[in-house]
């Protein structure tokens, strides 16, 4: 089993353009857009095929929208992706049992930020944020959601800039030792407030 992570990737990814993918075009693109999930998060390339499935069914999800950033060879270098939340998916339950009731505000009206990637070689220069700001411009929910691992990192410093506070923190999802944190922010983007 090879991982993304030990094989250097020396290509320049030069100037990025960002584009939404439709339902479709996201299916289509769906080995590649995992490639930058596995490199992202330098996991084995042998979970590629049932995280594409999972990616699959996400995309038929009300609400589904994905941002991606394409370089001049339209080779997918980050990608954020997100559905509105609701009764009867996993994660809502989840979140739901950790935050101990069934009327929180949060899960009220929200869209799931599922997925947020950039390539290693192409971290560092702002795309995390470019992507997540063009996803979550003009969305119709309150607020927006999303899971990361604890640690500081790339990713808590994005989302802490961008607005985002604790909605969970060091929660164990089912079937995943580790810890946690569960982060909100209202909507829209412009909107300063975070409270739910």
């Not at 090879?2 to 439709?22: E, W």
């Not at 996201?26 to 390339?45: H, I, K, S």
């Not at 950039?118 to 063009?134: F, H, S, Y």
């Not at 209202?186 to 409270?195: E, N, V």
Request: charged fraction near 20%.
């Amino acid at each position: 089993m090879t991982s993304h992570a030990s094989r250097p990737d020396t290509v320049s990814p030069g100037p990025l353009t960002l584009r939404n993918l439709d339902a479709p075009a996201f299916t289509e693109r769906l080995p590649e857009l995992v490639g930058v999930y596995v490199a992202a998060m330098q996991y084995p390339d042998g979970i590629v095929g049932a995280r594409a499935a999972l990616w699959q069914e996400h995309s038929r999800r009300p609400g589904f929208a994905c941002t991606v950033a394409v370089d001049q060879d339209d080779h997918i270098r980050g990608l954020a992706y997100a559905y509105t939340g609701q009764p009867g998916q996993w994660w809502y339950a989840e979140v739901q049992r950790g935050l101990g009731r069934s009327d929180s505000p949060w899960l009220a009206d929200y869209l799931e930020l599922t997925e947020l990637h950039v390539r290693p070689d192409t971290q560092g220069a702002g795309l995390g944020q470019a992507l997540l700001t063009r996803l979550l411009t003009d969305r119709p929910e309150r607020a927006v959601l999303l899971s990361t691992p604890e640690g500081t990192n790339r990713a808590w410093r994005l989302y802490r800039r961008m607005g985002f506070v604790d909605v969970l923190r060091n929660y164990r999802f089912t079937g995943d030792p580790r810890p946690f944190g569960v982060l909100g922010r209202t909507l829209p983007l412009d909107a300063a407030g975070t409270s739910a």
